[in-house]
């Protein structure tokens, strides 16, 4: 069992023609995580909140009249309270022949500022998936792997998508050296590659376009058991 935390403070300060105005920030990240660790089962679950806020921002006497900090530097108003709160988990389950695992994490962020943008300052994200491989008959192996995504907040498209990924296998020969495989990345086509980023009055949504549902062939052969054999140095 794991616990981590830290705390820190800011002070600006703007100084114009000998006249001062202040400006307070505050940081501060709290986390708890715990694993347990059994012969054929392991586990790990963690859970993190964040507060970053600079909120003292309230207009302040400066040469007879009342002027914000920001508007004092010209660098427009940078008013921000961000808080955020993450948590994870995953398992894995070790058998004979097979292995399985599972995972999942939920992570929600709110930014609460006076910008006048018009876009949403709270995202929620909840992805849980599993994944296995195995052994059956001696020489067929499989592979997969599913994950689901739920997302709130985002003005993008297609945010909740389900990832599946398949994969087969077949060893030849005695020795098991030759294998051929075929593997099926995003078999429902539906990933898209979508981010948010919220930072103070910054807000960045970012999606990548390129080539999701892929198919792909594969021969191999294990040239360290060639011939079949083991070979020993002599000692001269």
Same mark, same amino acid.
């Given at each position: 069992?794991?616990? *981590? =935390?830290?705390? #820190?403070?800011?002070?600006? @300060?703007?100084?114009?023609?000998? *006249?001062?105005?202040? !400006?307070?920030?505050? *940081? ?21 909140? !964040? ?15 009342? @002027? ?44 609460? /500022? /006076?910008?006048?943008? !018009? ?38 498209? *297609? ?9 087969? =296998?077949?060893?030849? &020969? ?24 919220? &930072?103070? !009055?910054? @807000? ?13 062939? #594969? ?12 070979? /020993?140095?002599?000692?001269?």
């Amino acid at each position: 069992l794991t616990l *981590n =935390g830290n705390i #820190g403070g800011s002070r600006k @300060i703007a100084i114009l023609n000998n *006249n001062k105005m202040f !400006n307070k920030g505050l *940081n501060f990240t709290q986390s708890i995580s715990g694993a347990v660790s059994l012969k054929k089962f392991t586990a790990n679950m963690g859970f993190e909140y !964040n507060l970053s806020a600079n909120n003292d921002n309230n207009n302040q006497f400066f040469g007879g009249e009342q @002027i914000s900090y920001n508007l004092l530097l010209n660098n427009g108003q940078s008013f921000f309270k961000t808080k955020s709160f993450r948590s994870n988990f995953s398992a894995s389950l070790r058998l004979k022949n097979f292995r399985f695992g599972f995972r999942g994490n939920y992570n929600t962020s709110k930014n609460d /500022n /006076n910008t006048s943008l !018009n876009v949403n300052t709270q995202t929620q994200s909840l992805n849980f998936g599993a994944t296995g491989n195995g052994t059956v008959l001696k020489s067929y192996n499989f592979n997969f792997s599913a994950n689901k995504r739920i997302t709130k907040g985002y003005s993008l498209g *297609n945010i909740n998508p389900l990832i599946v990924n398949l994969g087969v =296998g077949k060893s030849f &020969l005695k020795s098991k050296a030759l294998s051929f495989t075929m593997n099926v990345n995003d078999l429902l086509n539906e990933g898209n590659n979508v981010s948010q980023s919220v &930072l103070g !009055n910054s @807000i960045i949504e970012t999606r990548s376009n390129q080539i999701k549902r892929v198919v792909t062939f #594969g021969l191999n052969y294990n040239v360290s058991r060639f011939g079949g054999k083991s070979f /020993n140095l002599r000692t001269d």
